[in-house]
């Protein structure tokens, strides 16, 4: 299609219980490009048609917030946007969020304290070790001012009582084997003393006498320590295989569960942006035509009927009218033409109702790349990664889709371009036979190579076949320039503007003008190849004629058709900045052509650049294997030198015709940008 896809704005009526299911069903079509902006993830701002609803989006915040806190524990990635099956969450999908982040929190919690005790006794046992083989009285210990030391008799029912009213400011030790006896000794910090010996007293503890005269640390103490670290290590290596299992488990239902309430929250900041009653919503965007009955059909079919749609043409909207609003474009390509919306969209919208430039850059991108980088190896690898890319390929490079297409062109592009050079990973003798084989065969006059871009003698070439092969690329820029002009031409009759369209630089009288400076160029180059006895290139009386009349049409175009429309005065301006602009006007309608033109001889000069850089690499590896262990190094040398060439002369090739495609062939035409058709999804990389 050389136009994009026709819109009409369509109009919905729901009832506000059906609005969550409608909403659904367009956020996963994909059909509707909301008219106020519907895409958004973040709340929106102050000011909008409706309030967004506090009580339902803190609802949804607060799972999002427990889902993410469960997750971090179960060190699960959660989704940052709604997955392709997500739905609407309920009451199910309420209880079941609830009971697993409600399980999680407690496990995440006892896994938090039984840190807090590990690191605890960690402290103290190593204070005590410190101090372990001090040889001092224990009374002078318990003197100590980094250790705080009480041995006594406690009710073994209340030692884990004592141990949370301490938390993390003293370590309980039963003295006892395996701590079922009443003795504890207690060890804190000096500056934990008071709130141990506070502690210990409301517990009923009754302090021990320590034997006058023992020395250093009580092995209990030790022991008691390391048996309280290992007990705790082990709980938390419980608690760990406990949270794989958890993960294991629950971390698909996790994820689901994450994506459905990413829906919920896309779906009430929609709402927040809709006109609304109180028992209704009004939903109104543009949807392509050929969508619209089928869109209706199946509204109706999720509300039961209760829906209410009117349509409308582009044309029957007072903000289209006027202007102030512009018609989303929507384009319909194939695989092929679908690859280059990349590179129109990165430069602007086109107008809706004008020409769809995307199958003229997906050509001439295409040809221009494969002249630029001729070579059948080098393509064959950009082939291949097109191939990679592509859904069929590595699914690590997923990343990289969109390039798929215009990768699978360019390579093929690259390897016809390097069967009629002849080159191959820069070897140009391998093509040599098969060449010579077919030319024979078809003409009967065998070649080396079908086109010779060195001006090398020996490899059959030389500077006149190098002018010849630079005149068909300005041949080329020739037709991408007619084809711009022409799309404009069509563009602004479409759109009404048939002042343009008739006297402007880039109209028919640009046209013109363009068209007949080239034939006289043609008529020079043709008489300087083959010249009469007495070849003399002069004017002729017509040639005279065909260059004022598109000269003076653009001079004098402002004020004929102001005059043709009735407007007065003529010269809107006056005389003086009419003459001015006139003439500033032809300087720069003569100067863009000529620019434009010459601009393509980049063409040549990088399909130049691109033969004698393989030629350098194939000469030099050629140069190598003379050495020792030289087929190793010429190896090496063409692996090297073929990935300089493909990636850094095929990015610097793709840069050059993407900036002929912006300069040369948009400006033409692109001097005003649409809007592109971005429908309301739930997920932003469909």
Not at 162 to 179: H, K, Q, S, Y
Not at 193 to 200: G, K, T, V, Y
Request: aromatic share 10%; net charge negative.
């Amino acid at each position: 299609m050389l136009k994009p896809r026709k819109m009409k704005q369509i109009e919905l009526t729901v009832l506000a219980r059906d609005a969550d299911a409608v909403i659904e069903y367009l956020g996963r079509k994909g059909v509707m490009h909301f008219t106020e902006d519907g895409e958004a993830y973040e709340p929106p701002e102050s000011g909008t048609v409706q309030a967004l609803d506090a009580a339902s989006y803190r609802f949804i915040k607060d799972k999002l917030e427990k889902l993410e806190a469960a997750s971090a524990c179960l060190g699960l990635e959660l989704p940052s946007e709604p997955e392709e099956e997500s739905r609407n969450p309920g009451e199910t999908e309420e209880a079941l969020t609830d009971k697993i982040t409600a399980a999680v929190s407690s496990l995440s919690q006892r896994e938090n304290l039984q840190n807090q005790e590990k690191k605890k006794i960690e402290e103290a046992l190593a204070e005590a070790k410190a101090f372990a083989n001090l040889n001092a009285p224990f009374a002078d210990l318990d003197q100590l001012s980094y250790l705080t030391l009480r041995v006594g008799r406690l009710d073994p029912r209340r030692h884990d009582e004592l141990r949370e009213a301490l938390t993390d400011r003293a370590v309980i030790i039963p003295l006892d084997e395996e701590g079922l006896g009443d003795r504890v000794l207690a060890a804190a910090s000096r500056k934990g003393r008071f709130a141990l010996d506070s502690e210990l007293k409301r517990a009923n503890f009754i302090p021990i006498t320590v034997p006058e005269g023992y020395k250093g640390i009580p092995g209990e103490l030790l022991s008691g320590l390391e048996s309280r670290l290992k007990e705790a290590e082990k709980d938390l290596n419980e608690i760990a295989e406990r949270k794989k299992q958890f993960k294991d488990e629950y971390g698909a239902t996790l994820v689901s569960l994450t994506a459905s309430y990413l829906m919920a929250g896309v779906m009430e900041q929609l709402k927040a942006k809709l006109k609304s009653t109180k028992n209704a919503y009004f939903l109104t965007g543009w949807v392509p035509a050929d969508s619209v009955s089928s869109m209706i059909d199946d509204l109706e079919k999720v509300t039961d009927g209760r829906v209410a749609a009117r349509s409308f043409n582009p044309e029957e909207i007072p903000s289209v009218r006027d202007k102030t609003e512009k018609v989303p474009v929507s384009l319909d390509h194939g695989a092929f033409v679908k690859g280059f919306e990349g590179v129109v969209f990165s430069y602007g919208a086109p107008l809706y109702g004008t020409i769809d430039p995307t199958p003229f850059v997906a050509i001439f991108f295409t040809v221009l790349f494969g002249i630029m980088f001729g070579d059948l190896g080098q393509g064959f690898v950009l082939f291949l990664l097109g191939f990679l890319t592509g859904k069929r390929g590595l699914k690590v490079l997923a990343g990289f889709r969109k390039f798929s297409v215009p990768l699978l062109s360019v390579g093929i592009s690259s390897m016809v371009m390097g069967l009629l050079n002849g080159a191959v990973f820069t070897n140009e003798e391998l093509l040599v036979g098969l060449t010579r084989t077919v030319t024979g065969f078809l003409t009967g006059h065998p070649v080396d190579r079908l086109l010779v871009l060195m001006p090398l003698p020996e490899h059959g070439g030389s500077v006149t076949k190098l002018f010849y092969f630079f005149g068909f690329t300005i041949g080329v820029g020739i037709i991408l320039n007619s084809v711009g002009l022409l799309v404009n031409v069509v563009n602004q009759i479409s759109l009404k503007e048939y002042e343009k369209a008739l006297f402007s630089k880039t109209g028919v009288s640009g046209i013109v003008l363009f068209w007949y400076a080239v034939s006289l160029a043609v008529r020079f180059i043709i008489g300087m190849i083959n010249p009469p006895d007495s070849f003399v290139f002069r004017f002729i009386w017509f040639d005279i004629i065909g260059l004022a009349i598109p000269v003076l049409a653009i001079f004098f175009g402002p004020p004929l058709w102001r005059l043709f429309l009735g407007r007065r005065p003529v010269f809107a301006e006056g005389i003086m900045v009419f003459i001015m602009e006139g003439f500033v006007e032809i300087l720069e309608t003569v100067s863009t052509y000529v620019s434009n033109t010459v601009s393509f001889l980049r063409v040549g000069a990088f399909a130049l650049s691109h033969a004698v850089l393989s030629f350098i690499v194939f000469t030099f590896a050629d140069m190598v294997s003379g050495v020792s262990a030289g087929g190793a190094f010429s190896f090496l040398v063409l692996i090297i030198g073929n990935a300089v060439i493909i990636i850094l002369e095929g990015m610097i090739v793709a840069i050059q015709v993407v900036r002929l495609q912006y300069y040369e062939f948009f400006s033409k035409f692109f001097t005003e940008t649409g809007v592109e058709f971005t429908p309301f999804r739930f997920r932003k990389g469909v």
